[in-house]
């Protein structure tokens, strides 16, 4: 019997959960082979094509660029269009642009299988999907399955880029980009298709399992309740502070996770190590995705941010010192915090600030603000390493970024409250 039809499944648990798993591993997919896998292609389609270390870096930048623009399109089909009927087109668009990235005999060929079906796929099977369901079925345990819903970009950084590394070492850099794309569609489209269903009300279940709904004169509730017009959102103070605090920490981020692969074969080391580092760090980032989650539950997510962001610091400060292979190792699989805990800080204080009716919508537009720092940043790690032979430079920019990031996400108000408006009004 399928988990979700029946009342809360065979072991009890609550239907949420299982809507969260599909979540997760779509997303484990769509991001492992996407933002995680892509420093695997950076030499081989640079020779295949003749391009400079940034020019191929442009591969990921339209990536992000492609969902940016998305996002708010995907969004407002999450808000409005049922789950699984975005999700199925995410994961046909997914093997689609795979197969077309194989085939590519240019490179404006591959940038446009990137930035259209391929970006979609990212965000309409990914992230934005997973986090606008769970926003929807959780609330007072929503730090915690955000937390471990993050998770799955972690472990799509651990799982996928080995493989794909393996792959490519048997079949070339073109098979297997078609081998994968297949498979990982089809395996996002029985998740999809098996477990994802809207919402705890169109079921007869309440958020978080429990036998009532929020508390119809509590502030969440009346956030939950409302939706947020454009206007609304670019007068709103913290739309801006949340936006510009997490775009500039994960640009920094993006762009080390773009770079780190080509840094350690630089220094010396192989293909397959170098892709353990990745490996190595998204297993750290799993723990603090973990404990930041569950925290921020209990603990002003502000002085959470700092946390994170203090941790990111560390980071950067070993990859300055250029440690040996054991060094790397052990720095990524000791500052998780740094590149894990961002995440469910962002989702949850999105969904605490304006309410989950509208989170779909609010998460894309806001895309638009975070997206271009991340582009930004990739473009700038390959243009500093390109003109001065070291990424030195980067790195103490996004020690920077760092700071100013705390500072703002500090300044961010204490309990948000959405404007004094229907969900009927807003329709």
């Not at 809507?19 to 295949?48: D, H």
């Not at 959470?304 to 300055?320: E, I, N, P, Q, Y």
Request: with cysteine; glycine share 12%.
């Amino acid at each position: 019997m399928n988990p979700i039809d029946s009342a809360r499944g065979a072991s009890g648990l609550f239907r949420g959960w299982w809507v969260m798993a599909a979540g997760f591993g779509c997303t484990m997919l769509a991001i492992g082979s996407t933002t995680y896998a892509f420093g695997l292609f950076v030499r081989p389609m640079a020779e295949t094509f003749g391009l400079s270390r940034a020019d191929t870096n442009l591969g990921f930048i339209l990536l992000l660029l492609g969902m940016a623009a998305w996002s708010p399109i995907v969004g407002r089909m999450m808000d409005r269009l049922p789950a699984r009927a975005v999700m199925t087109a995410g994961a046909a668009s997914f093997g689609a642009g795979f197969l077309l990235m194989a085939v590519a005999a240019a490179p404006w060929m591959l940038g446009v299988a990137i930035f259209a079906p391929v970006a979609f796929a990212t965000v309409a099977c990914g992230a934005l999907a997973a986090n606008t369901l769970t926003s929807r079925w959780f609330h007072r345990r929503r730090g915690r399955a955000m937390g471990i819903l993050a998770v799955a970009t972690s472990a799509g950084g651990f799982v996928v880029p080995p493989l794909l590394a393996l792959l490519m070492a048997d079949l070339g850099w073109r098979q297997a980009l078609a081998v994968h794309g297949v498979v990982a569609a089809l395996l996002m489209l029985l998740l999809v298709l098996w477990l994802i269903r809207d919402r705890p009300e169109s079921v007869g279940l309440h958020p978080d399992g429990s036998d009532s709904p929020i508390a119809g004169g509590s502030d969440a509730a009346q956030a939950a309740a409302r939706r947020w017009t454009l206007k609304e959102l670019l007068g709103n103070r913290n739309f801006w502070l949340i936006g510009l605090g997490v775009g500039l920490l994960f640009g920094a981020d993006q762009a080390l996770l773009s770079s780190i692969i080509p840094y350690g074969e630089d220094a010396g080391l192989s293909t397959q190590q170098a892709a353990l580092l990745v490996s190595c760090l998204t297993v750290s980032a799993i723990a603090g995705k973990l404990l930041i989650g569950a925290l921020a539950d209990r603990v002003d997510k502000r002085w959470l941010f700092a946390l994170v962001a203090s941790c990111h610091l560390v980071f950067l400060g070993v990859l300055l010192v250029e440690p040996g292979y054991a060094g790397l190792i052990v720095a990524s699989a000791t500052v998780g915090l740094a590149v894990g805990g961002a995440y469910p800080l962002w989702m949850t204080l999105l969904a605490d600030a304006f309410g989950p009716a509208s989170f779909g919508s609010v998460m894309g537009t806001m895309s638009l603000l975070v997206m271009p720092l991340s582009i930004f940043s990739v473009r700038y790690i390959g243009e500093v390493f390109d003109r001065t032979g070291s990424y030195d430079l980067a790195f103490w920019t996004f020690i920077g970024f760092a700071l100013i990031s705390a500072l703002l996400i500090a300044a961010v108000g204490n309990r948000p409250r959405a404007p004094a408006r229907s969900e009927a009004a807003a329709a």
